[in-house]
């Protein structure tokens, strides 16, 4: 019997359209009953089914709030309202009828309390099934509110290894899976999930953590299930788990469910940290700068200086000279105006000299400078020190000299050099800092010259 009182409150979705329709067809009729001739019977036999319905409809409502979990807050106001809409179809059944006791109301009162209740009635269950935004969501679109979206967080390890992991990953992961047929709105099998509280409590089959055996949680057998079992969690409708949060629920519970224990003390292998935290830095400056001058770009892109945004609708720019082949210490003055938009600058094969260092040190967000085949030697290069987001530095083939390598070294910001040349070998160091940083490419044209 239980079984069947369950079914029937989960047909209520379905039934519920059967005196909605019925209304619907009601009111379009008796909009336009001057054009019927035929419309004061069809409309008494529409509205007498739409009462007739609308009674099943409210008990399988019930059925379903009873077995479903819900709470009576949650759902008053829906049954309220269909208790009066449906009443409001008797009523209007029994003015069509010619019940004296309802002749005295206006017939438009009918007309107009159905679209009313209607409404009411309809969005009262669209928030307990879909939430409270689900209507006024694409209206505030519409009008052109801005509606703020959940979207993933890039989480850093770094910045959460202190927090605890219950708040930073557990809690997150009960929100998402669990919360939804376990809140303070709806509690499925009376048990809330949307507090460590409610969680430690368990429901009216007892708790789903266990602290004295862990591995013998309820919580933890469940999403262990089949799928199809009727007892698994979430449900098979439901956002189901992935093998990751499988995995951190089972080993936070298996040492021994500590709502205190700090990220770092939980000892996450390095995949769930791949996982949990996504955070990838990005190579460029995160910082944010203003729109370049437009008249200057196009300025330099006349004397065949390339300028281009790195990516689709970002303020910063890389620059390349490499089509102008005069390009001198003295022309690095035509950047001034855009030097903070500046982040991969191309000087390969120009006639830049040691001088330039002078000026480069105004360029605070470069991060890749390419100075390929120029006459570079290094002197001044210490310079550069006061740039904290230059990464690579390219002096393929360029005059540099082994002295400054130490003055190199200095640039702390520095990820990796590119320092090899075609014509020198630079004196082997085994500093494995330095290696790792600078790519000497020793033996690289020796080798490719052999297999020529």
Known sequence: MNDLLILLGRLHPLIIHL?????????????????????????KYIFFWSFITGIFSIFSGYFQYEKG??????????LIAGISTVLLSLGFYLYLSGIKYVNSIPRK??????????????????????????????????????????????MKYSDYKNETVYKTLIHPIIENKCVKCHNQNKSKGGLKMHTQESLVAGGRNGPILNFLNPAASEMIKRIHLPKDDKKHMPPIGGNQLTRQE????????????????????FELSQKLIDYFFNYKESF??????????????????????????????????????????????????????????????????????????????????????????TNIKGKGINRLQNLDNLKRINLVNSLFEDRYIDSLLKITSLEKVYLY???????????????????????????????I
């Open 19 to 43: 005196p909605i329709g019925f209304i619907v067809l009601g009111l379009l009729i008796e909009m336009n009953k001057k054009k019927l001739a035929w419309s004061a019977e069809a409309i």
């Open 69 to 78: 979990g819900y709470l009576w807050e949650t759902i008053q106001f829906h």
């Open 109 to 154: 009162f009918f007309t107009v309390g159905h679209l009313i209740l209607l409404t009411i009635t309809g969005h009262l269950g669209g928030n307990i099934t879909h939430g409270e935004e689900h209507l006024v969501e694409p209206i505030k679109k519409i009008i052109g509110l801005e509606v703020i979206e959940d979207k993933p967080k890039a």
């Open 246 to 265: 499988i995995e951190i629920l089972d080993q936070w519970v298996s040492m021994g469910i500590r709502f205190d224990q700090t990220v770092e003390q």
């Open 284 to 373: 460029f400056p995160e910082s944010q700068v203003d729109l370049p001058n437009m008249d200057l770009i196009q300025e330099l892109k006349n004397r065949n200086i390339l300028v281009n945004p790195i990516f689709k609708s970002s303020n910063f720019l890389e620059v390349s000279t490499i089509n102008d082949k005069k390009f001198n210490n003295a022309d690095l003055s035509l950047l001034q105006g855009i030097e903070n938009n500046i982040v991969s600058l191309d000087l390969s094969n120009s006639g830049v000299t040691d001088s330039i260092f002078l000026n480069l040190h105004r360029f605070s967000n470069l991060t890749i400078l390419k100075l390929k085949s």
């Open 421 to 451: 040349n075609e014509h020198k070998s630079f004196e082997k160091r085994n500093d494995s800092l330095t290696n790792t940083i600078i790519d000497f490419g020793y033996n690289e044209f020796k080798n490719l010259k052999n297999r």
